[in-house]
């Protein structure tokens, strides 16, 4: 029997539970990777992102070639491409893993029902997550809403039954004489092959950052992760995001190690935590279609937004006034990455000092982000704008000064990205307006914290009414 892999956000062979099931079912088979014309295309599309994907589809292509075979590459539309490659193949089946997305669940689905229509056989697979939405519910049966109890329940199923990763793989014979497109540069497909500096992609690297990580950071992680300065946090997220590693891999070697080493069980079981807010997030999408486009909590959705765009300008090309929210934004423009506790803290600023709609910031950060991921980042902007499921109170609303002063006490990363303000004293860089040294070019604050703050409380508190 011959079958097809459709790769999508899974660029890696090992601990793959799709590969894995197909090898278990074919005698030939060929991995496809389909470049969606209709997503390269959409304004939601960024530099950043293309480039590592492509970067990463080279390197699987590479480690495919060892195993004596390659990445069928097809152009086009996936849902006109796959059953056309099925066809060309011969494949009677076909093997994807599933996706949460309300696009990518009508898209799938459709192709599903055309294959099906044509003969062969689909298999969708769990391989993203560690539990899917209804894996993990209330003692009612009920999905979350809230983190906490949502965290308790899915360490529990965790503990009795742990998904771990899968053994080695052994791939079927390749089926000869497929027809492949060349991967194309990013120049080819109209974005630049310079910009943002980007990690370098694919499953070794993956694996590597990896090591790095639990090799140190986890074990002070705890303490550093809301430090932007100090290289504290994972950074896998733009791998996790193309499943260049899988969750489960990361999951089980990180409580590998805290059983060999107590002393790092407290980072590895925050770091844990971060890990499940992104099942979280993902539930939440696979339940709740709607909040791509809409606040989770409804009454959100009629906030009087006023949607300066010279405000919004000045925010997205880090010229705010306010150095930690300036810094963020240029390294996000920088490295298609920013740091956790800055993505927090210029999502509050935009949505609660320049009071500008989150899903204007959401839009922007997915186009820039390398780990952009449908999600985590609209779960992140609806937790900093107080729309989504258990966000922050709408009053918890982030001084950017003394987040600053708290998390960046030196000024180390606002010197890195905000030059301008090298030569100020830290007592200063973080309020350079009250410094007797200049920083020239650098902009006064575009906006007044205090009465921002008193007009977001009145315009939260309105709709809340």
């Known amino acids: 029997m011959r079958g097809l892999f459709w790769f999508r956000s899974d660029l890696r062979l090992r601990d793959h539970r799709g590969l894995a099931a197909l090898a278990e079912r074919v005698d030939e088979w060929a991995p496809v990777f389909i470049l969606d014309e209709g997503l390269l295309d959409s304004a939601r599309t960024g530099e950043p992102r293309v480039r590592f994907l492509l970067d ?23 849902e006109r491409e796959l059953p056309r490659h099925a066809h060309e193949t011969g494949a009677e089946r076909v093997v994807w893993s599933r996706d949460y997305g309300a696009f990518a669940s009508g898209r799938d689905e459709r192709i599903r029902q055309r294959l099906e229509r044509d003969g062969c056989r689909v298999e969708t697979v769990k391989d993203r997550v560690v539990y899917e939405s209804d894996e993990v519910r209330s ?3 009920r999905p979350y809403a809230v983190y906490t109890p949502y965290a308790k329940t899915w360490r529990a199923r965790f503990a009795e039954e742990p998904e771990l990763p899968t053994g080695p793989l052994r791939l079927p014979r390749p089926i000869p004489r497929v027809r492949s497109d060349v991967l194309p540069s990013a120049k080819d497909l109209g974005f630049t092959d310079e910009g943002a500096e980007l990690p370098t992609g694919g499953e070794a690297a993956a694996r590597r950052r990896l090591d790095a990580f639990l090799d140190g950071p986890v074990a002070a992680y705890a303490r550093d992760r809301d430090r932007p300065a100090v290289d504290g946090t994972s950074r896998l997220s733009p791998y996790l995001r193309f499943g260049a590693i899988s969750v489960r891999t990361c999951i089980d070697a990180a409580h590998e190690l805290a059983c060999a080493d107590p002393a790092a069980g407290p980072g590895v079981r925050k770091w844990v935590d971060e890990l499940i807010w992104r099942e979280f997030y993902y539930a939440i999408l696979a339940e709740h279609p709607r909040v791509a486009r809409e606040s989770y909590r409804r009454e959100y959705d009629a906030l009087e937004w006023e949607n300066d765009d010279e405000c919004y300008q000045a925010w997205c090309a880090g010229r705010t006034g306010y150095p930690i929210v300036d810094a963020g934004m240029r390294q996000l423009a920088a490295t298609g990455w920013v740091h956790n506790r800055v993505r927090m803290i210029v999502a509050s600023f935009l949505t609660k000092d320049l009071l500008i709609d989150w899903r204007l910031g959401e839009h922007h950060f997915y186009r820039q982000l390398v780990d952009g991921d449908p999600a985590c980042n609209n779960g992140g902007w609806q937790w900093a704008a107080s729309t989504g499921t258990d966000a922050q109170p709408y009053f918890r609303i982030f001084n950017p000064t003394t987040q600053g002063e708290r998390y960046d006490p030196d000024g180390a990363y606002v010197r890195r990205w905000v030059p301008e303000l090298r030569d100020l004293p830290d007592s200063r860089v973080h309020k350079p307006w009250e410094s007797p040294i200049l ?3 650098y902009p006064a604050p575009i906006v007044d914290h205090a009465e921002r703050r008193r007009l977001a409380l009145q315009r939260y508190e309105a ?3």
């Open 463 to 465: 709709v809340r009414a």
């Open 439 to 441: 920083a020239p070019g």
């Open 139 to 141: 003692a009612a049966g």
């Open 56 to 78: 990463c589809l080279a390197r699987l292509d590479a480690d495919l070639r060892k195993r004596g075979t390659r990445l069928v590459v097809r152009c086009g539309s996936p």
